[in-house]
T-cell receptor, first 118, second 115 residues
Framework: GAVVSQHPSWVICKSGTSVKIECRSLDFQATTMFWYRQFPKQSLMLMATSNEGSKATYEQGVEKDKFLINHASLTLSTLTVTSAHPEDSSFYIC??????????????FGPGTRLTVT | AQSVAQPEDQVNVAEGNPLTVKCTYS??????LFWYVQYPNRGLQFLLK??????LVKGSYGFEAEFNKSQTSFHLKKPSALVSDSALYFC?????????????FGTGTRLTIIP
């Protein structure tokens, strides 16, 4: 077990539109979900951490009004890129944390979403 | 602050030879250490982790890693490389202290196995 899915796997949108990416933990309840961004040939950069039912915690330099995160349940988190621009084109990866007593012992990663803004 | 260093951007190994991908870390408390592999346009696949216990950790696909506290290292190893091992490998660390759930990733090492 510990499967995380993302939808869509790839998306192309026009500049100025908004795009929503879903992240689901399929066979476990995630205490915490994380959103990462990966530029070509670079490492993963944490964008934000979200806990079910509370506001996401954004990393320094990440615009919370541009990257809206909703964590409606223990199995679903969504990232909405609002008013997308070409510089938002990237590979977005989510992960779901699983642990005991409220601690996240391990993160399980989704397959990623390739966003291209034209 | 926690950090990870992967000093080699690229490692080339002949098929059948042993391979090592290096990783050193820095955390304020005790570390939780992870290795992940990424294939093109895919997410990260978990290989192995060190939480506590034996310093030699065995993981998926024949990989293993040795935790060395004195050298703050967690190098990934495999006795005999396969062409299918060619991929991008990330080392990651987090502090074991409660409340710090963030993983910090290294910059990645591209492993190429030469037939």
């Amino acid at each position: 077990g510990a499967v995380v899915s993302q939808h869509p796997s790839w998306v192309i949108c026009k500049s100025g539109t908004s795009v929503k990416i879903e992240c689901r933990s399929l066979d476990f309840q995630a205490t915490t979900m994380f959103w990462y961004r990966q530029f070509p040939k670079q490492s993963l950069m944490l964008m934000a951490t979200s806990n079910e039912g509370s506001k996401a915690t954004y990393e320094q330099g990440v615009e919370k009004d541009k990257f809206l995160i909703n964590h409606a349940s223990l199995t679903l988190s969504t990232l909405t890129v609002t008013s997308a621009h070409p510089e938002d084109s990237s590979f977005y990866i989510c992960s779901a944390g699983r642990g005991t007593s409220g601690r996240t012992y391990e993160q399980y990663f989704g397959p990623g979403t390739r966003l291209t803004v034209t | 602050a926690q950090s990870v260093a992967q000093p080699e951007d690229q490692v080339n190994v002949a098929e059948g030879n042993p391979l090592t991908v290096k990783c050193t870390y820095s955390v304020s408390g005790n570390p939780y250490l992870f290795w992940y592999v990424q294939y093109p346009n895919r997410g990260l696949q978990f290989l192995l982790k060190y939480i506590t216990g034996d310093n030699l950790v065995k993981g998926s696909y024949g990989f293993e890693a040795e935790f060395n506290k004195s050298q703050t290292s967690f190098h990934l190893k495999k006795p005999s490389a396969l062409v299918s091992d060619s991929a991008l490998y990330f080392c990651a660390v987090r502090d074991s202290n409660f409340g710090n759930e963030k993983l910090t990733f290294g910059t990645g090492t591209r492993l190429t196995i030469i037939p």
